[in-house]
C-alpha cells in the first residue's frame, strides 16, 4: 500500500471548517484512500473512503486531487468532540486477505478549541 | 445494531501469565481482524480472519500468541506466556466486505 504524509498536528477554533492535509504520492490507480479517527483512548472511527471522485457523507467531505496525490478531509463545522488523532490510509481494494489490512501511520492531532 | 464487543476492557497480568482477550463482532460480519498498539507505537495489525479462517497472520509477533475464531462467530486473542513487551490496547474489528471497519472500544493489556 502506498505511504502517506500528514501533519503531526493541527488546532482549529470551535465551529470553523477544519482541513485536514494528506500526501499519498506514489498511490497506484486502484487504491482507495480512507480516513480514521481515534478520540482519546477509544478504538478507531471510520470517517470516509473514496477513489478519485470527491465524496460527502454526515460526518465529513473527502476532496481527492485530480492527480490523486493528495487529498483533504473537510469537517465542515468542528465541535470539541472532534479534537482526535485522524488517520489517513491508503488501501487496495479486492479479495485477497492482505488487501484487507490497514497501515497505520502517525495522523493527524487535530485539537479543537473553543 | 449492536457493536464490536471486547473484553475485558481491561486486564493486569503478571509476567508468565497467561492472559486471553475476546471480541464478538458485530452480527454476519465475516471478516474479523486485529490489533493492537503498544506505548508510544502505532496501530499495528496481527490478524484477519475470514468467518472461522485464517486469512492473513502476518502482523502476529511471535508464537505466543494464539488467535481463534470458533465457528465464525467470536474470536479469542490467547497469549501464553505474556511478557511486559506484550503492554498496549488491543483493538478488534469487524467488517462485511473491504469497506469501511468497525472497531471495537479495545482491551487494555498491562503486564507487571
Known amino acids: 500500500d502506498a505511504k502517506t504524509t500528514q501533519p503531526p498536528s493541527m488546532d482549529c477554533a470551535e465551529g470553523r471548517a477544519a482541513n485536514l492535509p494528506c500526501n499519498h504520492s506514489?498511490?497506484?490507480?486502484?487504491?482507495?484512500v480512507y480516513w480514521y479517527r481515534q478520540i482519546h483512548s477509544q478504538g478507531p472511527q471510520y470517517i470516509i473512503h473514496g477513489l478519485k471522485n470527491n465524496e460527502t457523507n454526515e460526518m465529513a467531505s473527502l476532496i481527492i486531487t485530480e492527480d490523486r496525490k493528495s487529498s483533504t478531509l473537510i469537517l465542515p463545522h468542528a465541535t470539541l468532540r472532534d479534537t482526535a488523532v485522524y488517520y489517513c490510509i491508503v488501501r487496495s481494494p479486492g479479495t485477497l486477505g492482505s488487501n484487507y489490512k490497514l497501515t497505520f501511520g502517525k495522523g493527524t492531532l487535530l485539537t479543537v478549541n473553543p | 445494531e449492536a457493536g464490536v464487543t471486547q473484553f475485558p476492557s481491561h486486564s493486569v497480568i503478571e509476567k508468565g501469565q497467561t492472559v486471553t482477550l475476546r471480541c464478538d463482532p458485530i452480527s454476519g460480519h465475516d471478516n474479523l481482524y486485529w490489533y493492537r498498539r503498544v506505548m508510544g507505537k502505532e496501530i499495528k495489525f496481527l490478524l484477519h480472519?475470514?468467518?472461522?479462517?485464517?486469512?492473513?497472520e502476518s502482523g502476529m509477533p511471535n508464537n505466543r500468541f494464539l488467535a481463534e475464531r470458533t465457528g465464525g462467530t467470536y474470536s479469542t486473542l490467547k497469549v501464553q506466556p505474556a511478557e511486559l513487551e506484550d503492554s498496549g490496547v488491543y483493538f478488534c474489528?469487524?467488517?462485511?466486505?473491504?469497506?469501511?471497519?468497525?472497531f471495537g472500544s479495545g482491551t487494555r493489556l498491562t503486564v507487571v
Open positions: 474489528a469487524s467488517s462485511l466486505t473491504a469497506g469501511g471497519y468497525t
Open positions: 506514489t498511490i497506484s490507480g486502484n487504491e482507495y
Open positions: 480472519f475470514v468467518k472461522e479462517s485464517k486469512q492473513d
